[in-house]
């Protein structure tokens, strides 16, 4: 059964940074396209990032320059430095993934987190 178990999630002042973990067991972690979505207050999950084990990598407008999405496969581990950050990156973020490789400006959808609530004051 795919688990994917996040951590990294806290409070932090606009302007700081953070770094999120998704562990992931349970499948051929290798062959999975990884990714990120997040959820703010009162609106629609959104994707943030994708990696492939292709190198393929997708990133939404809004973090471009200031997130990036990377793995460790000895770790099994996915990660999201987030740098820069403002009030509007206040979310849930959710470690997802999908069985089959990345593709160019996608989201994986199929397996989901829990969650790690980030929030950020300014």
């Known amino acids: 059964q795919v688990q994917l178990v996040e951590s990294g999630g806290g409070s932090v002042q606009a302007g700081g940074s953070r770094r999120l973990s998704c562990a992931a067991s349970g499948y051929a972690y290798s062959s999975y396209c990884m990714g990120w979505f997040r959820q703010a207050p009162g609106k629609e999950r959104e994707g943030v990032a994708a990696?492939?084990?292709?190198?393929?990598?997708t990133y939404a407008d809004s973090v471009k320059g200031r997130f990036t999405v990377s793995r460790d496969s000895s770790r099994n581990t996915l990660y999201l430095q987030m740098n820069n950050l403002t009030p509007e990156d206040t979310a849930i973020y959710y470690c997802?993934?999908?069985?089959?490789?990345?593709?160019?400006?996608?989201?994986?959808?199929?397996?989901w987190g829990q969650g790690t609530q980030v929030t950020v004051s300014s």
């Open positions: 990696r492939g084990l292709n190198e393929v990598t």
């Open positions: 997802t993934a999908d069985p089959t490789d990345c593709t160019g400006n996608y989201f994986p959808e199929t397996y």
